[in-house]
C-alpha cells in the first residue's frame, strides 16, 4: 500500500522556521512530481511549492524566497524549508505525489500554527 507521510509541522513563532518532510513508500518515488499544498481554515486548498522529478520547482508567487522545496530521491523524501513564518501561513500542510499515467496520492496532512 503507498504511503505518503508528512512530518515537522508545529508551534511556531511570528518569524520562525520549520522544515517539513514528506516520505513517500511503495512507488518509484524519482518518476513523481511532488508538492506541497495548504489549506487554511475556511479556504481552499492551494498549492505551495512543487518539484518535478528532474528537479524543476515551482513556487505560489507570494511564497517565493520564504519557502524552499527540495527532494532526496535516495530516501524517497521530499521537504519544504518555510522561513520568516507569518500567521498567515498557519494551515495544514498536505504533501501529493503526482506521474502521468499514475494514480495521485495525497498525505494526511501536518498542522503548521504560527502565533506568538
Known amino acids: 500500500q503507498v504511503q505518503v507521510v508528512e512530518s515537522g509541522g508545529g508551534l511556531v513563532q511570528p518569524g520562525g522556521s520549520l522544515r517539513l518532510s514528506c516520505a513517500a513508500s511503495?512507488?518509484?518515488?524519482?518518476?513523481?512530481?511532488m508538492a506541497w499544498y495548504r489549506q487554511a481554515p475556511g479556504k481552499q486548498r492551494e498549492l505551495v511549492a512543487s518539484i518535478t522529478s528532474e528537479g524543476s520547482t515551482n513556487y505560489q508567487d507570494l511564497l517565493k524566497g520564504r519557502f524552499t522545496i527540495s527532494r532526496d530521491n535516495a530516501k524517497n523524501t521530499v521537504y519544504l524549508q518555510m522561513n520568516s513564518l507569518q500567521p498567515e501561513d498557519t494551515a495544514v500542510y498536505y504533501c501529493n505525489a503526482r506521474a502521468r499515467y499514475r494514480p495521485q496520492y495525497w498525505g494526511q496532512g501536518t498542522q503548521v500554527t504560527v502565533s506568538s
Open positions: 511503495r512507488i518509484t518515488f524519482n518518476l513523481y512530481t
